[in-house]
């Protein structure tokens, strides 16, 4: 009766999403980060000049996140967002800060250090939200009848903490390596020398995750353990990403770092993907069970067909506009 | 004290929906302003039109920013709140509000740093271009969204099946009934938004003799689009009426403080409405002039909200003087358009000072109009969300709690009383410096391409600056 399988075509769609999304607004979260270890206040303009033509385009892959996940997979959406009730606040309330901060700290002069504060804050708690969202998904939902019937707080576990702080550390590597990108002179070095701890960190915390996470559910342990199967490539594509991002930065290499951490970034998602793979509302609930309507899915479907080229042109654009070094006092041209 | 999910939930949506819709309404109308700036200052080379609209798009980059920050909160309100109707009408809202993200949102997006920062990096004619297209994308945005609830007002072209909306006529469902008039009702609002902020703040500079000639021209023009537009608002609010009187006659009987179903009903001027005892107190009223308006006749019959059972009927009070409020202020608003073209007659609109004042008065008066006019028509349709198909009660998260809904709803006070009161601030900033001195352009190479930065003016005001000269560059 279906031509196509378009939940399957869908869950592709949403996980392109969300990738983008984690990749994107991933550096300029991890920007703001480490903005309060920055050498100085000269090198945070440089910092925040460096991520501002680009962030609020990042953020709204996210605002099409929710409502893409709402058209495609609208039990997704009424199952997690109550489940995730004071996560998703802490969420908001931080993307807020530090969106505003983008506008208020250049006006600023004696105020300027709140709004330093305010990006950073911002950052950081956006950042643990989205880790523990990660950690919550692996938990899975207590649910009955398609509805979430859990306690407000059940999502804050040692796990979900963990989670929340590999996705700290994960997002200031991605910053650290952005900056070695984009700056130069002592900013870049500055980026050089936190790049190497920043991978430590993140390989300790996702190396504790990556034990972990079979524990938390039979089914994960299974997919992993019960036969040796070609999944376990991606951990080991990881751990080449990791080492070329170590060889990258010794031998100074501007470009490598950020393109290696992506390449850290995408397998470590893959990873995780494929440890639930084809449920989206673990443990109960499977992409084809979380689908909308038939119609509604295609109805979007071909009219996506025809919008995102054209916004993935205006993006690739703007990029454009603002390619190149960023430097001290100088901003764009 | 038993904390009630439902109603803090429903305070928690007024509070977040109201705070958003007071700014894109009104740069809706100002997008179309400045590109119609644009569209001057390309043909006619003067740099007049230069210099109102950069002073217009930095007051844009300001209230867009505020716009955007409050609306992310939005597109998450429908899951954390209200899953179960996020559930049920995800068939038809979802591909509605992407739609929305994908045709509007990015246009916006990518355009307005066009718009702010590209005046002398691109061509004029693609800077024209650029402002244009953000206009479009505000119109575009409002049309999704608003189908989105004229859906829920009127619902069409969908059929409930076990608790779920599915769509059975895409047409019938983003033109339901009563999506045409509400679309073109608050267009309408957009414009009468922007031109009375204009017209006002340009009435204000005035008043202190600040750049006259600019000022006047943006006075004389909006002076003008109200005067059309200001009395053709309230023939189509009429339509709107009328439309609402087909679909959902309850809400017009609680707009009307009207409880029996009857003829020859009165038009109320003032009246306590008393639901509990289904009448009203103190009653003022027109004769029969409610069933002229409605029926176009005398003795025409007007429905009752008693009609419906009373778990079935709306908050009467909020619904009858909100209307009363809109209708009031919309009153005023064409009396200032009029008065305008009296004054007009003798060249004296823009220094007969009185009239000034007035106008600046008149500049946040359009704000109220927009919320107690969304007032009426949300409030009216409660208890329902999909008018006769799903209440607010079904709609609401199952596992959310009264102290959940409560923590966020004080979170959120807290969290935009602090933001946009900072935002609120910097925009009567941008209002004192004016349109004067536009020497910091050549610094503007060190702003980083956002809306706000787009205004360069400092966050404090210095203690050595004087009127219409600009703080010296923030930290640089």
């Known amino acids: ?333 | 004290m038993e904390l009630d999910p439902l109603i803090l939930s429903r305070i928690q949506f007024a509070f977040v929906v109201s705070f958003h819709a007071i700014f894109p309404v009104f740069t809706i109308g100002l997008a179309s302003y400045i590109a119609v700036l644009e569209g001057l200052a390309f043909k006619t080379e003067n740099p007049l039109w230069v210099k109102l609209s950069a002073f217009w798009t930095k007051v844009f980059a300001v209230v867009f920013g505020m716009g955007v920050v409050s609306g992310i909160v939005m597109s998450f309100q429908f899951g954390t709140n209200w899953s179960n109707f996020a559930q049920a009408s995800a068939n038809f809202l979802g591909p509605i509000l992407s739609y929305e993200v994908v045709t509007a949102f990015f246009l916006e997006a990518a355009f307005l740093g066009v718009l702010l920062f590209g005046r002398d990096k691109v061509p004029a004619g693609v800077h024209l271009f650029a402002a244009i297209m953000v206009a479009t994308g505000t119109f575009i945005s409002s049309f999704w969204i608003l189908s989105a609830n004229s859906w829920m007002q009127t619902p069409a072209g969908t059929e409930l099946r076990d608790g779920v909306f599915y769509v059975t006529s895409w047409s019938e469902a983003i033109f339901n009934p009563s999506f045409p008039y509400r679309f073109a009702h608050m267009a309408l609002a957009s414009f009468l938004t922007g031109g009375f902020v204009v017209a006002g703040v340009s009435a204000w500079y005035l008043l202190l003799g600040r750049e006259v000639e600019a000022n006047k021209k943006a006075l004389s023009m909006c002076l003008w689009l109200l005067l059309f537009i200001a009395p053709a608002q309230a023939v189509l609010g009429d339509f709107h009426g009328l439309n609402t009187l087909e679909h959902q006659p309850t809400k017009v009987a609680a707009m009307e403080g009207n409880w029996e179903t009857s003829r020859n009903v009165p038009l109320l001027l003032f009246a306590i409405p008393d639901q509990e005892n289904q009448r009203n107190l103190y009653e003022v009223g027109i004769p029969s002039l409610a069933s002229f308006i409605l029926t176009h006749e005398w003795d025409g019959e007007v429905p009752g909200v008693s009609a419906v059972p009373v778990d079935e009927q709306p908050p009467v009070a909020i619904v009858f003087w909100s209307f009363r409020v809109m209708v009031g202020i919309g009153l005023l608003m064409i009396a200032f358009a009029v008065t305008g073209l009296v004054l007009r007659a003798g060249g004296r609109y823009w220094r007969t000072s009185w009239f000034l004042q007035g106008m600046r008065f008149m500049s946040i008066a359009p704000f109220f109009a927009v919320l107690t006019g969304w007032f009426v028509t949300e409030v009216g349709r409660a208890p329902w969300l999909v008018y006769g198909q799903m209440t607010q009660a079904e709609a609401l998260t199952p596992s959310l709690t009264g102290g959940m809904a409560l923590f966020t709803l004080i979170g959120y006070i807290v969290v935009y009383a602090l933001v946009f009161s900072a935002g609120v601030y910097y925009l009567m900033r941008v209002l004192y410096v004016g349109l004067e001195d536009r020497d910091e352009d050549e610094h503007e190479a060190e702003r980083p391409k956002r809306p706000f930065s787009a205004a360069h003016v400092p966050f404090e005001i210095d203690e050595d600056e004087h009127h219409g000269k600009p703080a010296s560059q923030g930290g640089h």
């Not at chain 1, 009766?1 to 990738?19: C, K, S, T, Y």
């Not at chain 1, 550390?169 to 952005?178: D, K, M, P, R, V």
């Not at chain 1, 290696?260 to 673990?282: D, E, H, K, N, Q």
């Open chain 1, 1 to 333: 009766m279906e031509l196509f399988d378009l939940p399957l075509i869908w869950a592709f769609i949403i996980g392109f999403g969300i990738i983008m999304y984690v990749l994107m607004d991933g550096f300029d979260l991890g920007v703001g980060i480490l903005f309060p270890f920055a050498p100085n206040e000269e090198a945070r303009d440089t910092m925040m000049n460096s991520v501002a033509p680009v962030w609020d385009g990042n953020e709204t892959w996210l605002v099409l996140g929710g409502a893409g996940l709402l058209a495609a997979f609208p039990m997704v959406y009424s199952i997690f967002l109550p489940a995730l009730y004071i996560g998703v606040f802490l969420l908001l309330a931080g993307l807020i800060f530090r969106g505003v901060a983008f506008e208020f700290r250049f006006k600023a002069r004696t105020s300027r250090y709140l709004w330093n504060w305010a990006f950073a804050g911002g950052s950081t708690v956006a950042s643990f939200a989205q880790g523990a969202v990660v950690g919550a998904y692996i938990q899975g939902f207590e649910t009955a009848n398609g509805v979430y019937v859990g306690g407000a707080l059940d999502w804050l576990t040692p796990f979900t903490v963990l989670t929340g702080l590999g996705m700290l550390a994960g997002y200031a590597l991605l910053g650290s390596t952005w900056l070695i990108m984009k700056t130069e002179g002592y900013l870049q070095q500055w980026a050089y020398k936190i790049t190497l701890p920043l991978l430590l960190a993140v390989l300790v915390v996702f190396g504790i995750i990556g034990v972990w996470t079979p524990f938390v559910d039979e089914m994960v342990r299974e997919r992993w353990f019960s036969n040796l199967s070609i999944i376990w490539i991606l951990p080991v594509l990881t751990l080449l990403c990791a080492i070329q991002i170590y060889r990258s930065v010794r031998d100074r290499k501007d470009g490598m770092p950020f393109v290696a951490t992506m390449g850290l970034f995408i397998t470590t998602y893959l990873g995780l993907v494929v440890s639930r793979w084809p449920y989206v509302v673990p443990p109960e609930y499977t992409l084809w069970e979380a689908a909308s309507a038939y119609e509604s899915q295609l109805f979007l479907l071909l009219g996506l067909l025809f919008v995102i080229p054209i916004v993935l042109v205006y993006t690739a654009w703007t990029y454009w506009v603002f390619r190149g070094k960023v430097r001290a006092g100088e901003g764009y041209h």
